[in-house]
């Protein structure tokens, strides 16, 4: 048996197997970076199950369940690619949470804060940017799915983790998106573009929604990408009551998935037990 180790060519290795297999390029990334945490970590020990079990409790005491699991799940793939299932380290047990935390909760006011902070900056991309990922529900790296083409017929043809799936943009949103494509001389492929005509990542987008926290008065733990898209959820849930629709919409395999996303804060749940009227005296 080939003695375990974990080096940069080894990872390299399982990285270019994951993107043969199509695999996010966002998952690609974060599986790199966890693995490359672990190998640093690790210094000149040797990998082996107690070494790896030290690691996993000190996960434990620095991180949040939900990240020591993401890069156990890291470590597990490049395990199992490298044939060293004995190796393998268990997941924690996560019991799904029923509410929200409010401090990371986004609401409909902090998100029209938000896109009018965009607007008095001067940047209509970001304020569209935030329009198109809350009026769609469309995950970040999915925004180079928005082009001008989609603009013009109303739907957009998602491509992501293997499945496809249309998304249809609101009249309201092409008719703000149209005179922005006029402006930017855009007449096919992606809206939204860097400076050099490339699609925006991830990061450029996180970055920039993190700059108007302050002038929006929005916490900075409520403001990320992603947080636009539970928001749509929620308010798709609250009045459609279509839990399986939904999922199709956002593209999840699972509706237990999808719960997760339309599930209310702590205080809101509260305020619904308290309308019961169901206190006597």
């Not at 210094?43 to 690691?55: D, H, I």
């Not at 395990?79 to 909760?105: A, C, K, N, V, Y």
């Not at 804060?265 to 308290?274: D, E, L, P, Y």
């Amino acid at each position: 048996m080939t003695t375990p180790v974990l080096t940069a060519a080894t990872i390299g290795r399982y990285l270019s197997y994951l993107q043969e297999r199509e695999r996010a390029a966002a998952t690609l990334q974060k599986y790199a970076h966890d693995l490359n945490v672990l190998r640093e970590w690790l210094g000149e020990r040797a990998l082996t199950k107690q070494t790896l079990l030290l690691w996993k409790e000190e996960l434990i005491s620095k991180r949040a369940p939900a990240t020591v699991n993401t890069m156990l799940a890291a470590l597990n793939g490049y395990l199992s690619f490298m044939g060293w299932l004995q190796l393998r380290l268990r997941p924690l047990r996560i019991q799904r949470t029923l509410f929200q935390d409010e401090r990371r909760e986004l609401d409909r006011q902090e998100y029209v804060r938000l896109v009018v902070a965009a607007q008095r900056k001067g940047s209509q991309r970001l304020s569209l940017i935030l329009q198109t990922i809350c009026a769609t529900g469309i995950r970040v790296s999915e925004l180079r799915f928005i082009t001008a083409e989609a603009v013009a017929t109303g739907r957009a043809e998602i491509s992501n983790k293997g499945k496809r799936r249309i998304v249809f943009l609101p009249d309201k949103l092409r008719h703000l998106l149209q005179p922005y494509l006029h402006r930017q001389g855009i007449t096919a492929g992606p809206v939204f573009l860097s400076r050099t005509g490339k699609a925006l990542d991830r990061s450029h987008i996180w970055r920039e929604m993190k700059a108007l926290c302050q002038s929006a008065e929005v916490s900075p733990e409520k403001v990320f990408p992603h947080n636009l898209r539970h928001l749509f959820a929620r308010t798709y849930y609250t009045m459609e009551k279509d839990l399986s629709r939904l999922a199709d919409i956002l593209g999840h395999s699972s509706v237990d998935t999808t719960r997760i996303y339309t599930a209310e804060s702590g205080i809101v749940h509260a305020r619904q037990v308290g309308r019961l009227g169901l206190v006597v005296t």
